[in-house]
Nanobody, 126 residues
């Protein structure tokens, strides 16, 4: 499995935007689905967004649909999460994950993912 490293987390005011990056190393992610999950303070980790292996299909949780956009660059071996119109309830540690199966579809269950990063903190004030 690839090693994943998230970056781009920061403190931002409500209504602002951030773009998270998940950089993979050690193995290509181009044949695998990718996803973002998050864990807010005192909460269970939850699904945010997923993208299939070729970037043609995406899936979002209801709480972020219309505000967040997941994308990927297989040439850069990276995945991204553009977050707009941020709310205080978006405050969380954000993780990226690589799917278990080659040519994977966009999925939302944690058990469908084999490799995880350490997370990047997003804090939304106001």
């Amino acid at each position: 499995q690839a090693q994943l490293e998230e970056s781009g987390g920061n403190l931002v005011q409500a209504g602002g935007s951030l773009k998270l990056t998940c950089a993979a190393s050690g193995r290509t992610i181009s044949l695998y689905s990718m996803a973002w999950f998050r864990q807010g303070p005192g909460k269970e980790r939850e699904f945010v967004a997923a993208i299939n292996f070729n970037g043609k299909s995406t899936l979002y949780s209801d709480s972020v649909k219309g505000r967040f956009t997941i994308s990927r660059s297989n040439t850069k071996n990276s995945a991204y999460l553009q977050m707009n119109s941020l709310k205080s309830e978006d405050t969380a540690l954000y993780y990226c994950a690589q799917g278990k199966d080659m040519f994977g579809t966009a999925r939302s269950a944690e058990t469908d993912f084999a490799s995880w990063g350490q997370g990047t903190q997003v804090t939304v004030s106001g």
